[in-house]
């Protein structure tokens, strides 16, 4: 029901991304932020999904129409290592940001394992974003100033998660609640990217209970 469109970057320069709009006009707005894979059809289904919750949700494409396959970690690396987070984040993300402020009051961010990181960035550092979810995703120790978040959080993980480990996310909480910022986490007995129903990891009542929770927060923060 989405379709695929061109928006400026902060700088001017044009990028893509993947639009699914309400049925209503200044719907709240998302940005829907892709896994080391691209911009995946799951991802662009997600876009879908939240348009008929009443969003307006836009998928930045990071990786500019590379598209990794599922079964290829190897390249799905090197894609992700090749990522420029900072420009991605000050530039691509916060121009969509932009690009969604124009109709929408309130613009939301909810990020998938890298997005997840993405997501978390985005929310310290992009002044339009009202509100912001990680699915099993975090950025590098110290990449990261929590002063600087300053919107509410709420973060997804898994109890199985052998790269953002039970550990890791019990400091990052930690490190929040000693900030006093306004976040709630949420743990699954599931396997990283449990979300992803194109994947053998999905896991469909721990998917349903994230989005029932995700829904809930945006209604209680972009409404």
Same mark, same amino acid.
């Given at each position: 029901m989405?379709?695929?469109? !061109?928006?400026?970057r ?7 991304g ?6 209503h006009d200044h719907?709240p707005?998302v940005?829907?932020?892709?896994e080391?894979?691209?911009l995946q059809?799951?991802i ?8 008929? /919750? ?8 990071l ?6 396959p599922?079964h290829d970690? /190897?390249?799905?690396n090197?894609?992700?290592? !090749?990522l ?7 530039q691509?993300v916060r ?6 402020t124009k !109709?929408?009051a309130?613009?939301?961010?909810v ?5 997840? &990181?993405?997501?978390?960035? /985005? ?6 974003i009202?509100a !912001?979810i990680?699915?099993y995703?975090?950025p590098p120790?110290? &990449?990261?100033?929590v ?7 709420e ?10 480990t039970p ?18 986490f949420?743990?699954y ?9 194109q ?6 009542? /721990? ?15 972009l409404?």
């Open positions: 989405g379709t695929r469109i !061109s928006f400026s902060v700088d001017g320069k044009k990028t893509e993947y639009l699914a709009k309400a049925g719907a707005g940005l829907v932020i892709q080391w894979w691209g059809d799951q662009k289904g997600v876009c879908d999904r939240l348009a008929l /919750a009443g969003y307006d949700a836009l998928a930045p494409d990786y500019e129409g590379t598209v990794v599922y970690h /190897a390249a799905a090197l894609e992700m290592s !090749s420029d987070f900072q420009d991605a984040v000050s691509t121009g969509a940001a932009q690009y969604l !109709s929408n309130k613009v939301g961010i990020g998938f394992c890298m997005g997840g &990181a993405v997501s978390l960035l /985005a929310a310290a550092h992009v002044p339009e009202t !912001s990680s699915f995703g975090m120790a110290g &990449a990261i100033d002063t600087k978040l300053n919107v509410p959080f973060g997804h993980y898994s109890n199985s998660d052998d790269y953002i550990k890791m996310v019990d400091d990052f909480e930690t490190e929040l609640k000693r900030a006093k910022k306004d976040a709630a949420y743990r007995d599931a396997d990283h990217a449990f979300m992803n129903e994947r053998d990891v999905h896991d469909r009542a /721990a998917a349903e209970l994230g989005w029932q929770r995700m829904l809930g927060f945006w209604k209680a923060h409404s």
